[in-house]
């Protein structure tokens, strides 16, 4: 653990803490590097407890409990299954993170977040799912992220692929989680889901990307939240399924893909972020990690922390408290406090809600 004195940007760091390794699933995703682990890697909770409590000694406060493939199938018993989904152990997992909540309220912890969770755990099992989400949001610092791999809304895609969840599945587990995490802790929802979709799996067509599209535009205009939506390109590992069957798309295909993409970005990304961060609100220990030329880009330590652009000239890796007063499509812009109102240019003064270019020029 004393290694981690060593890092550059020691104490502003964050350590991932490994679970276990493998997927509890019977059968796995075609792409899936996981299934390539045959039995489960499992570590015990007081395992976890003491590695973190040994980074703790060393000055480290911020840590992700990641790497497994879905948290909620920590220290699962494999007595039961259904549809292919082993029922999980909330003992196990509400005991780790009480223990975890403890830390944070001691001052030991500064930052906890988790990684995956399988939607098709939430949607076989919304009873047990429930009680581990309750323990979860209560440990994790606001503004968490659950990482939900969806991979395609598509039905085709889902069955060649032996993905986890179709669409109404998805959509319950994602109703459970905002019902427990959307409840806002100093301005920010406590814990919401985070969707991951992938192109390039077997069977995806151009239909595959306007169903991706619709779906997520269902969930924007039901009400429910959406951290983050990550869209990305297969990239195979050798071994897996899809190593040797990688899918040769059309170029029809790939500008499909390439507009709704775009569509999610500035339809659905856009509208989510102004829900979740509205104009006004406070984001606490932001750094600052690159100067440009009158603003510079900073981040929270965090998992899947986002972007905050700043007009401003500061120092490099510099710690600030940021309002946000305006959104793009993936990332915030926003000024430090407290504002200085009566040094900042005209032109960052126009960038807040209501003041317009000609009273920015009069104040």
């Known amino acids: ?154 039905p085709v895609v889902i069955q060649k692929n032996n993905l986890k969840v179709h669409a109404e599945e998805l959509i319950h587990a994602i109703e459970l989680i905002n019902s427990i995490g959307a409840k806002r802790d100093k301005g920010i929802p406590k814990l919401l889901p985070g969707i991951n979709l992938i192109h390039g799996l077997k069977g995806e067509s151009g239909e595959t990307f306007k169903k991706n599209f619709e779906e997520l535009l269902s969930i924007k205009d039901s009400g429910l939240l959406l951290k983050r939506i990550n869209i990305r390109k297969l990239t195979p590992f050798p071994g897996t399924v899809m190593a040797n069957k990688k899918e040769v ?25 102004k829900s979740i961060y509205p104009a006004g609100t406070l984001i606490e220990n932001v750094k600052i990690f690159e100067c440009n030329n009158g603003y510079v880009r900073g981040k929270q330590i965090a998992s899947y922390a986002i972007t905050i652009h700043i007009p401003l000239e500061l120092e490099l890796y510099s710690m600030h408290d940021v309002v946000i007063i305006q959104h793009k499509e993936r990332s915030l812009l926003g000024l430090p406090i407290p504002i200085k109102i009566n040094e900042l240019q005209a032109n960052v003064l126009s960038l807040i809600s209501g003041i317009s270019k000609k009273t920015a020029g009069t104040i």
């Open 249 to 273: 798309l059309s170029k029809k295909v790939i500008n499909r893909f390439e507009y709704f993409r775009e569509k999610i970005r500035s339809e659905i990304d856009l509208p989510m972020l």
């Open 1 to 154: 653990a004393k290694v981690i004195k060593n890092h550059d940007h020691f104490p502003d760091i964050i350590c991932e803490i490994e679970t276990y390794r493998g997927c509890p699933r019977q059968q796995h995703c075609s792409f899936c590097y996981e299934a390539l682990f045959t039995d489960l890697d499992v570590r015990t909770i007081k395992d976890v407890l003491y590695e973190i409590d040994e980074l703790i000694e060393y000055g480290v406060k911020r840590f992700r409990i990641g790497r497994q493939a879905d948290i909620l199938q920590y220290q699962t018993e494999f007595k039961e299954f259904k549809n292919g989904f082993p029922r999980p152990n909330p003992k196990a997992v509400i005991e780790l993170f009480e223990e975890l909540y403890s830390r944070r309220k001691e001052g030991k912890i500064e930052t906890l977040n988790i990684d995956n969770a399988n939607p098709g755990t939430i949607s076989n099992f919304p009873t047990e799912s429930k009680a581990m989400l309750l323990a979860i949001a209560k440990a994790v610092s606001p503004g968490d992220t659950i990482a939900l791999g969806v991979e395609s809304f598509d």
